[in-house]
């Protein structure tokens, strides 16, 4: 499986990396993940640790640094650090959000989360492939097959979102990335 996984990355073209800021690799272990604790982010130019609110830090930054922690399993951590984002409407926000709640067992409140996304940002392919996880770990295959649909529609063909969510259909498990 893992050899299918790696030929399917392999094959896809290497604008669909870049395309919409899609990133597909697991985010890296920084000492974001392995130094910092609670809302904290590592800032690398100061090299140490700050509070997730400092006015030098953009969404971006923290973005990645929810990723990251998402991706790590801190759900705790990267919910303190999404409720520092200077726009909690972001859809980025929403979406992690969603995340953390579907991982956590809350699926009613990831499924808000993911709407509220979608509202913002009908085309924010993330949103529409952890959703359609959420409702395929639910046992709706025919929600999660629209909304690859969807994503493919809406010019996500060659996403990560398109290409976890159709692995996760042909497999029957999601991913947690």
Same mark, same amino acid.
């Given at each position: ?52 609110? %400092?006015?030098? =830090?953009?969404?971006? &930054? +923290?973005?990645? /640094?929810?990723? #990251? $922690?998402?991706?790590?399993? @801190? ?57 359609? %996880?959420?409702? =395929?770990?639910?046992? &709706? +295959?025919?929600? /999660?097959?629209? #909304? $690859?649909?969807?994503?493919? @529609? ?24």
């Amino acid at each position: 499986m893992r050899l299918i996984w790696i030929a399917a990355l392999a094959a896809l073209p290497l604008s669909a990396f870049a395309a919409g800021g899609e990133i597909f690799a697991p985010p890296v272990k920084t000492d974001t993940t392995t130094t910092c604790t609670g809302p904290m982010i590592w800032d690398a130019a100061l090299e140490r640790c700050v509070r997730a609110d %400092q006015s030098h =830090l953009s969404d971006d &930054d +923290r973005h990645d /640094a929810v990723r #990251e $922690l998402a991706y790590a399993g @801190a759900y705790d951590r990267a919910l303190a650090i999404l409720a520092r984002f200077d726009d909690p409407g972001d859809v980025r926000a929403l979406t992690y959000r969603g995340f953390v709640a579907r991982m956590t067992g809350d699926m009613p409140a990831a499924m808000d989360y993911y709407l509220a996304a979608l509202a913002a940002d009908p085309d924010y392919h993330p949103a529409r492939s952890y959703m359609a %996880q959420g409702l =395929l770990a639910a046992g &709706d +295959r025919a929600g /999660a097959r629209t #909304e $690859l649909r969807e994503i493919r @529609a809406r010019g996500g063909r060659e996403t990560w979102a398109a290409f976890s969510l159709a692995q996760a259909l042909r497999s029957n498990s999601g991913y947690a990335y």
